[in-house]
């Protein structure tokens, strides 16, 4: 069983920076698809960020390029998002995701997705 939690969400005022942090156990492969999403009140879920752990190669949403960064330590089983220059619209709940079945492609679709955490809360007032 994959259990992924993540910890590092909180209040910033615009402008801000925040670094979300998804620790997660159970794994026994070495290459997996790993992303972030976030989901605001009343919105559907959407891809923040994806990257392919074997290869390193990243995804980033059109908002999210050139604030956000992705990144994975695989020995210790964490994934990072480091989130700059945060605006108010970047308000929601951010989950971190998994899959093993997307094979050397990352992804922002959060229906190809296995694994989730519960999510943490970000709130960016201006």
């Known amino acids: 069983q994959v259990q992924m939690v993540e910890l590092g969400g909180g209040s910033v005022e615009a402008g801000g920076s925040l670094r979300l942090t998804c620790r997660y156990e159970?794994?026994?492969?070495?290459?997996?698809?790993m992303g972030w999403f976030r989901q605001a009140p009343g919105k559907e879920r959407e891809g923040v960020a994806s990257?392919?752990?074997?290869?390193?190669?990243?995804l980033y949403s059109d908002s999210a390029k050139d604030r956000f960064t992705i990144s994975h330590d695989a020995a210790q089983k964490t994934l990072y998002l480091q989130m700059n220059d945060l605006k108010p619209e970047d308000t929601a709940t951010y989950f971190c995701?998994?899959?093993?079945?997307?094979?050397?492609?990352?992804?922002?679709?959060?229906?190809?997705?296995?694994?989730w955490g519960q999510g943490t809360q970000v709130t960016v007032s201006s």
């Open positions: 995701a998994a899959d093993r079945a997307m094979l050397f492609r990352t992804s922002l679709v959060p229906a190809e997705f296995q694994y």
């Open positions: 159970g794994y026994i492969y070495s290459s997996y698809c």
């Open positions: 990257i392919y752990t074997q290869t390193g190669s990243t």
